[in-house]
């Protein structure tokens, strides 16, 4: 099956998986974290990129962003990899790709969905088995967003501002919405709108991005995708 065009309007929030290759991990030691964070700062700012919500696993990466341009992911994620990779087969003495390929992405509706996302993205290491709380895991943006953590690599969503007037009201809505685990139909629904390029939201959301972005968006019939403007 053809690999769907890659559609990325400007101010449309984004949620992108990218895995090591074969399912190798992508962090061995743990100096590769922070480098790879300071290499996703570099880049975002560069490509004008907001990222909201992240977690670094052992062997992929959650990222929830928006772009200011059309361009600004693609960009933000070549550079990224071109700097990464080059310090990791460097550091661990290999040669070769680290990715699986291309990224995976979806747009999201941000009314709806956007705050699931962030659940979904920071409670990754808790699904893993890897701890039993996201505050208990280091590597992820929960810190920042649930506790109020020093970060300048994390730009706040307005519908994360819109949780509270103050920081210490945002920070405890948003610790609020992990008293519980995200619903195992939402987990479905995000894995299979990344997974696939489709959008994520309602029927109306994906009604108006396929029609903006002139490419089929939600799950249809089969044929030849038309392509996505510029």
């Known amino acids: 099956m053809p ?3 890659r559609c990325c309007p400007g101010g449309v929030p984004q949620h992108i998986i990218q895995r090591g290759n074969n399912r190798q991990p992508c962090f061995k030691s743990p100096a590769d974290y922070p480098v790879y964070l300071n290499y996703l700062d570099k880049a975002a700012r560069l490509h004008c990129v907001d990222i ?13 962003v928006t772009p200011i341009g059309s361009e600004g992911v693609s960009g933000m994620m070549q550079a990224l990899g071109r700097d990464y990779v080059a310090y990791y087969n460097k550091r661990h003495q290999r040669t070769g790709t680290l990715w699986e390929g291309r990224f995976r992405s979806c747009l999201i509706d ?84 990344v997974n696939t390029g489709m959008a994520l939201g309602t029927d109306a959301f ?8 002139g490419r ?6 089969k044929g030849k995708p038309a392509k996505c403007p510029k």
Request: aromatic share 10%.
């Open 206 to 213: 994906k009604d108006t991005m396929t029609a903006n972005m």
């Open 110 to 193: 941000t009314e709806h969905y956007l705050l699931r996302c962030y659940r979904y993205i920071e409670l990754n290491p808790v699904r893993a088995g890897m701890v039993t709380a996201a505050e208990h895991y280091r590597w992820s943006s929960y810190h920042t967003n649930a506790w109020g953590a020093r970060s300048e690599l994390i730009v706040p969503h307005a519908e994360y501002l819109a949780l509270g007037k103050t920081v210490e009201q945002r920070t405890e809505a948003y610790r609020a919405l992990f008293s519980s685990v995200l619903a195992e139909a939402d987990v479905t629904e995000i894995r299979k709108a």
């Open 216 to 221: 089929r968006l939600r799950p249809g019939s």
């Open 52 to 64: 909201h919500a992240w977690v670094l696993m052992g062997n992929h990466v959650h990222l929830l």
């Open 3 to 5: 690999r769907l065009p």
